[in-house]
Every structure is written in structure tokens, then in C-alpha cells.
């Protein structure tokens, strides 16, 4: 009779890593491929399920082994699920009384934290077995008898990658699930330190994976079903395959290379985005970064976001904790992304910078917040386009400089203030800039049902739309933009179909006056464009409207 494994997956987000649904992360595929490997039957959910339904944990208990990959090492909010807490994790192993179980992932390098908080390394979390260094390696090197941590090689996660891709399958948001894709790990300014609060240095100097490696792995997710990837698992995809030094030197020819053939392993993929771009490379290699950037554009989807791990506008801070590129570095890489990936395609551009901001770190005075937000005034006044700020409280990790050297507790008021003031002023225009009225969304997928049915589209840093329908969750359809809020979008139907839309729906087009609504109500059915606008007293852009009589 064949061994019976669980994993539950309690999700990970790092800084070159996210496992949120509707995202899956490499760690459960190429642990799910072990398991394979040893001929080991395997059941996976999330700790989402498992909450829901204690009788999974039941189920659990009568299997041979259960593996938990779960860890945060940057704090976020998500609409997507809830990760899983370290007491949670000690409520698993306490329970799972039968099973051997495991522990993997970053909960290894500190659990408990959360932003402005110091998380705290543990040793037990009431599990078998801690799978240090790569789980999958860890794991496998268990089942061989020898001690569970790993030395990392690509050429075994390679074919565990390639074995386990059908996991996917299993995950609850399949088919609308997120492939974090691994192109590398490690950072390359491991070698001066890295930035005083990032624990991608805890991966040690960078280690690329080949071509080969990732092309087999995304023909095996696209045989499963696979239609979603974000290249995302690396500190800064434009030095895949590049030189050594601090800053490398982007090789453009490669990541042409590297995304047409995610195009041919994938012919029928609807999402390609990538994540993590590092400015300092951008800043120091203008050329080089614009070509490669260039070449992302040519293959990838649109709506893509090239995520900047800005953290602050003062020199000062910039300098004693280590970070990547100077504000004026920073406004040069801003630059150079929009005008690689500025032009729209299907009505949203096809790939804007992301700015990440922390509070806390050390040498922080009240001046910081001044210099942030002349910072981002002057991204306004020069017309960029960004299409998401995101401001952090510091979270030191053991290891880490920023763990002894901070300013923590953040000044709170400054810190709210700078939040509030980025929303209002910054974010709100942003976004009606980024996705101006009726610009068209397509294969929206609601997540959250109510009178107001929230969703969003599947790809990096996704905008959320409200729809004032009742639409049941996973309903997918395309909609148009008619308000801003600061974080989110209003948004109606698309094909709008004017003769059966009930009157609160209605009366958020945007300019329809309260007259002009009782006529339109009135007046239907209308039979074209023509007989709506004399009712309305508003045009409408071409193809907003559907005729479709009740």
C-alpha cells in the first residue's frame, strides 16, 4: 500500500517571493515533486481550508506524513487568504498526532513579527522535523536517511519543479492560480552586505537557474492547466544570467531569450509578468536595463509591474542601511521602465514601476517623511506614471543589521501622516492617470460577493474593482472603469447592457445628471447609441453599450 503525504500550504511572502492565493509558490511544487519522486500519493490544501473544515485535519491525522511551508518575512495585507501564524503552525503539529510532520519555509528564519515588530526565531513550532535551507532538498535528503538540510542545486529542483506540477490542480482558485516562476536566488549585493533589512542574503550569493530548467518546468504546469505566470521569484530579473559584481551588468540578448521561450513552453498563457526590478541596476546600467526591459515588453501581458525596493528618499538613510540607488538613481530608473513599457495595449499600459517604501530603519528623523513626499510630488510634476506605492513598517529580522540598528518604534504620526497624504495625494490622481475613465478591464474575477462584488484581474499587483452588482465569486468578466477611489477602481459591466442594468447601476455612468437618468429609465429599450444619448444627454465612447433587450 503507497504512503499517503498532506502538504498544507500556510503560504510565504518575501522579498523575492510570493505564495498568496491566487498565487502559488515554488516551494509547494517542488516539495509536491519529491513526494512524487517517492512514489508518495499526495493531497494538498491551504491553511484557508483546513480552517474552514477541521475535518480535513482529521483526514490529516491518518496520513504517513504532513509537510506545512508557510513564512512571512515582509508584512502585507491580502485579500487573497490569511497566512498562516506561528501558533497556528504549533496547533498543527500538536494535533497531527499520527502523521510525521515537517516545517519548511521562510517561518524558519523568524515567525511571530509583523510590521514594526521584531520576529522571533523558534526552534519548536511542535513538528517532527524542521526542513532547513531548500524544503524540497530537505526533504528529500529526510526520505534518504540523511540530515534534513540542504545544500541548494538547481539540477535537483529542476526536475522536483518539473514532477510536481501538477499540484496546481489542487489548489482552490485552479484554474485562475499563479504560478510564481524561480529564475534565481541569492543576492547579488550579498557581497557588501546587502540592504541592512532584506533576508534574501540569508540564500547566499546568487544562483541562476538554466534556461532548460525553466522551460521544462512551465511545459509541465502548461500541461496541468497552467495559464498564469509571474517571473517573480528573484531579487531582480533584469541580471538573470548576468556577470558578477554588485551590480551586473543586464544581458538583454537573455532575457529575450528567457521570455520567448516561456512563450513557446506556454502558447496559450493569459498572464506573464514579472516582479522584482532593481533600480540601482537600472540607474548604473541605462542601456543595457532599457533593452532588456525592451525585450519583457515584446513577450510578457499587459498591466505588468516592475517592483522597486525604493524604502526612502533620504540620502542619509539610504546610506547607513546599505540600499540600492540614490533618489535621483531612482527617478533615472523611473524613467527609463516607462519608456520601455509606457504604451498602452488594450487600454492599460503595459508595464509602470511599483515604489516600496519602509519606515523604521535606522538613521530615520522627521525629515525622512519630508524628503519622501518631495519625492513623489516630483514623480508628479514630471508626468511619470506609477502604479502602486507601497509603505511598510520595518520588520528586523535575526540576521539581519536592521535587527540591532532601527528606529523602531516608528514615529506614528509621521508615519500616518506620510500613509494618508500618499493616498489622497499621490495614489488618487495615480490611478486616474494609470486607468482613466472607461478604460476597459478585461477577465476580472470576482473574489468577494456582495452588493458591491469585489475582483480583480490575475497578474502583478492587480488594481481592485468594485462592481455595485451581486456577482458570485469566481464569476470572470470584463468590465470599464467610472470612478477612483485611492486604492481601488469602480467599475461597470462591459458590454453594458443599458436596457436591463437596475437603477443603481445605472446612475453611476459617469456624467449621467439625475434628469438624464430618469429619462434613460424612461426611455428604454433603447436600439442604439444614437437613441441613448439623446436621452442621456451624454455620449458614450463606441462598444460601452449593449442593446440587449429584458
Known sequence: MNSEAWIIDGYVDEPACLGVPPYISPYIRTVAGVLREKEISVTYHTIDQVRADQGLLREANAADYVVIIAGMTVPGKYIGGTPATWQEIEQL?????????????????????????????????????????????????????????????????????????????????????????????????????????????????????????????????AKSGAAHFRIGRQPDILTWQAGSGEFPVPRPEMIERLFSSIRACAPSLQTLHIDNVNPGTIARHPQEAYEALDAIVRYHTPGDVAAFGMETADPAVIEENNLKATPEMMMDAIRIVQDAGGLRREGIPELLPGLNFIAG????????????????????????????????????????????????????????????????????????????????????IIEEEGEVSFGRQMGSYPILAGIPLPLPVRTVLDVFVVDHGMRSLTALPYPFQVNVMPHKVLRRIPGLSKKGLARVIAGRPFHSDAGFTKAAGLTLPEGILDFTLP
Open 361 to 444: 530603519l535606522a538613521g530615520e528623523t522627521a525629515r525622512t517623511y519630508a524628503l519622501n513626499r518631495e519625492f513623489l510630488e516630483k514623480v508628479l510634476q514630471k508626468g511619470y506614471l506609477i502604479r502602486r506605492v507601497n509603505i511598510r513598517q520595518l520588520m528586523p529580522f535575526e540576521g539581519t543589521r536592521a535587527r540591532d540598528h532601527n528606529a523602531l518604534p516608528v514615529q506614528e504620526r509621521l508615519f500616518r501622516d506620510f500613509k494618508e497624504w500618499t493616498r489622497r495625494h499621490f495614489d488618487l490622481p495615480m490611478l486616474c492617470k494609470v486607468f482613466p475613465t472607461y478604460t476597459i478591464l478585461r477577465s476580472v
Open 93 to 221: 503539529g500538536t494535533a497531527l498526532s499520527n502523521p510525521h510532520t515537517f516545517l519548511g519555509g521562510p517561518v524558519l528564519f523568524g515567525a511571530g513579527g509583523a510590521g514594526g515588530q521584531a520576529p522571533v526565531k523558534r526552534e519548536d513550532f511542535h513538528v517532527d522535523t524542521l526542513l532547513h535551507g531548500s524544503p524540497a532538498g530537505a526533504l528529500n535528503r529526510w526520505f534518504s536517511g540523511s540530515t534534513p538540510s540542504a545544500q541548494f542545486s538547481y539540477r535537483d529542483e529542476d526536475s522536483w519543479a518539473e514532477l510536481g506540477a501538477f499540484i496546481i490542480t489542487r489548489h482552490p482558485c485552479y484554474p485562475y492560480v499563479m504560478c510564481e516562476i524561480e529564475t534565481a536566488r541569492g543576492c547579488s549585493r550579498e557581497l557588501t552586505g546587502g540592504c541592512a533589512f532584506c533576508t534574501e542574503p540569508f540564500y547566499g550569493k546568487p544562483s541562476h537557474r538554466s534556461l532548460e530548467g525553466i522551460k521544462d518546468e512551465i511545459s509541465a504546469l
